[in-house]
């Protein structure tokens, strides 16, 4: 199946997000409040983005089946994850003024280009590859926090929120959809989608951690 050639080809990338500082300060709960507000305010860039592709890519989705699962995932993701965020956002005192006065980092910018390059060049399928990434990615980022936790409640949370049973079991019908919309013929153009998003995930972390600006 195409996600077991993708799982396998991206491994030495995902155990270096999984091991990645940010990541293991966020577990010690040695992460700096000032990085984790960082994050969350690049993240909400990146998630208003990530969004949108679901709604363009269900646009054009010839499935039926394809198109709902595409628009159900966005409203899912604004109900649920990007929600959450508004939970952290008040805890930290980030407001809707800081948010639209702080640009997306040029890491962010590249990821979301990347995104909306592969709904352009490879339409439904190309953008169903390139976001699985981010799903299943965090989703066992969360598995693996969720059995030594961290001491900072709000940390805790960000794990939680990817290690809760809603969010873990979209991930056998998000699997399900990219090994759909896979085919002999486009199977190596949506591995090189994957690795290349699996890879800006990696430089995510790292762009929090640098506070990367222009």
Request: charged letters at 15%; glycine letters at 4%.
């Amino acid at each position: 199946m195409f996600t077991d050639q993708a799982h396998a080809a991206t491994r030495t990338s995902w155990a270096a997000s999984k091991h990645h500082p940010f990541i293991q300060a966020l577990q010690a709960g040695t992460l700096p409040a000032a990085t984790f507000r960082y994050y969350l305010i690049q993240d909400h860039h990146y998630l208003q983005e990530f969004a949108t592709i679901h709604d363009l890519a269900a646009d054009q989705a010839t499935d039926p089946q394809a198109a709902h699962q595409l628009r159900a995932g966005a409203e899912h993701l604004r109900q649920g994850e990007m929600a959450v965020r508004e939970t952290f956002f008040k805890q930290l005192a980030i407001t809707d003024a800081e948010i639209a006065a702080t640009p997306m980092a040029p890491t962010g910018y590249a990821y979301t280009s990347h995104l909306y390059r592969s709904l352009a060049t490879l339409g439904t399928a190309g953008a169903v590859i390139a976001l699985l990434p981010c799903y299943w990615l965090y989703a066992e980022i969360g598995h693996d926090l969720a059995h030594q936790g961290s001491p900072i409640p709000i940390y805790q949370a960000w794990i939680d929120t990817y290690n809760a049973d809603d969010y873990a079991g979209e991930m056998p019908d998000q699997l399900a959809l990219a090994n759909r919309v896979a085919t002999p013929q486009n199977t190596p153009a949506l591995l090189d989608i994957f690795q290349k998003s699996s890879w800006y995930e990696l430089h995510f972390w790292q762009m929090a951690l640098d506070h990367e600006t222009w």
